[in-house]
């Protein structure tokens, strides 16, 4: 279920995601993003759109908008009021994704493996970690037995000597 109206910040990047894939995958924009040039400026475009238009769903301010984005208000208040193409189109895509018109089955689908993706990576780092607190273990259980055996000779080297 996507949150129209988020009110968490994972409820704000989901429908951040679901509004710049949706737009990405409409078929006017797979024709605009053929021009590698056109390509880098409308995903950016697109997606400070999306994170807007997320963000004021979710009841935030310009100034937390444009902070949070890293963009000044007056870009943020363009997108937000359609005024820029990416603005335009994200708004249309809010809109047929209300009216369930987007047909966003397969860009779930993506998200989720994603974030499955990601969870694979952090059991996988977990692992790695997991793996250096053995060899960490090991080594200070070899440099106690080191000590030990250090204490001992002391031990004995002094009794020597009285």
Known sequence: MIPLIPTSRTEIDKLEHILILGTLFRPE??????DPIEKV??????????????????GY?????????????????????GETKAGKLVRETYEMLKRGEL?????????EAVVRK?????LSDLK????????LKKERDELLKKIQRTKELLKT???ALE
């Open 29 to 34: 924009i797979l024709e605009l993003i053929k």
């Open 41 to 58: 400026t409308w995903v950016d475009s697109l997606a400070i759109a999306a994170g807007a238009l997320a963000r004021e769903k979710a």
């Open 103 to 111: 047909n966003i089955e397969e860009v779930e689908k993506f998200l």
């Open 61 to 81: 301010t310009i100034r937390e908008i444009a902070e949070e984005l890293g963009r000044t208000e007056q870009t943020i208040r363009k997108h937000l009021k």
């Open 118 to 122: 990601e969870e694979l990576e952090k």
């Open 157 to 159: 080297a002094l009794e």
């Open 128 to 135: 790695k970690l997991e793996e250096e607190i053995e060899r």
